[in-house]
């Protein structure tokens, strides 16, 4: 105690130090451990928080393996860990590990509920850094909290193992399976396989990997397991004959759906390969000019052309040009999707395909042919009532593209993989004491 100018008694500081342990105490308590004191250490730009824990004297030390309570052997120098900031202001946690000596595993580190195995970084932290992440790049984060880049890659790499080691794949009943372009080139080493579920009460990633071949296919699928392939009712691709054969082997219970997002795309090439080749024909013609600025207005469904757009849409179809009739073509199989009835929809399809082989249009006449061959799998989308579509799957591939584009590139193949089951896998979080964000 010491006396103001005005005689007044003033005691030093300690009830700072005993609100942040209060604080402690109650947001974060770690079992068989109390915070000793806590220090604010430096000035300035070196400013940090260091607490100080240590040992209850009544409670013996646990064997890192087996958890098991186990006698004391001696004790290492003081160590750090990195905990989340308080205040803004570095915080590390500071203590002495014990050794102990485990009747089943022997001598050994004591087992310290803040730390997992040899890591610096507290759970804590890595718990913050990794839900920060998904809202950040992974470059932001670490500029924000003032760690390394390194600290958040390693933060949220054991967050998502975490995740999947504790996750629950039940009630899986459709699947979408897919590719990812990746990379540089169209090598198939430039291209992720992927597998989502698509499930209306979840759709999230299931299994990424690498490479676009059926080996690559069928990790994913040997991934997921017997057990859940078994649930599997319905599975969604695209025509890539590799899947085709993976999934009629591994999934042939299931009905195997080609939907119309797929069929839609390639009817939207052809069209503007047609288009394409019919303006360098007509190369310094004024129709060629016209042909060139059509070209979304051609893509697009004929519905939602309006106004001035439509006029000149209309327009080009009363020419004698291919590209409106092939347009007349992609248009009119848009109704395929509306019928109820599987045989009013086998004979539209038959008598589509027929007209399109007769319209001696080559780009069209290869879709056609490429229905025809798939024609079981394209009317299973009707045995399955119109409810299951690749639709979500373009949708999480849409997220793939902007996790990539947030993070300006992944150094390696690992931590892409890292923070795509990190934003699109709905991973199930590890236990936690409060929120941080």
Known sequence: MRLHKNNKPQTRRPAIQLHVKTILNRIQRFTGFIYRQVRLRGRGASLRIDIYLEAHASIKGRCALCQKPAPGYDRLSERSWSFVPLW????HLRYPP??????????GVEHLPWSEGKRQTSIALMNFLAQWAKRLSWRETARAFGVSWEAVYRSVDWFVQWGLAHRVLEAVHAIGIDEIHWGKGLRSDNFLTVIYQIDTHCRRLLWVGP??????????LATLGPEVLKGVRFVCSDMWKPYLRVIA????????????????SHLNDALDQVRRAECSRLQGRP??????????????????????????????????LATGRAWMLKETFEDFWHYRSLTWAR????????????????PMRKVARMLRAHEQLILNWFR??????NGPVEGLNNKIRVVTRRSYGFRTYHAMETALYHNLGRLPEPPLTHRFC
């Open 211 to 220: 490479r676009r071949t059926q080996a690559a296919l069928r990790r994913g």
């Open 384 to 389: 399955a009532k119109g409810e299951i579509s």
């Open 249 to 264: 082997t591994h999934l042939g219970q299931a009905l195997h759906i080609l939907d119309r997002f797929h069929i839609t």
């Open 98 to 107: 014990r050794r102990v000596n485990c009747p089943e595993h022997g001598i």
């Open 347 to 362: 004979a539209f399809l038959s008598v589509w395909t027929e007209r399109a082989l007769r319209s001696r249009i080559e």
């Open 287 to 320: 129709q060629a000019t016209k042909l060139k600025r059509m070209r979304w207005k051609l893509l697009r469904r004929g519905s939602r052309v309006r106004g001035h757009a439509k006029r000149k849409l209309w327009g080009l179809l009363r020419t004698k």
């Open 88 to 91: 803004g202001i570095p915080t």
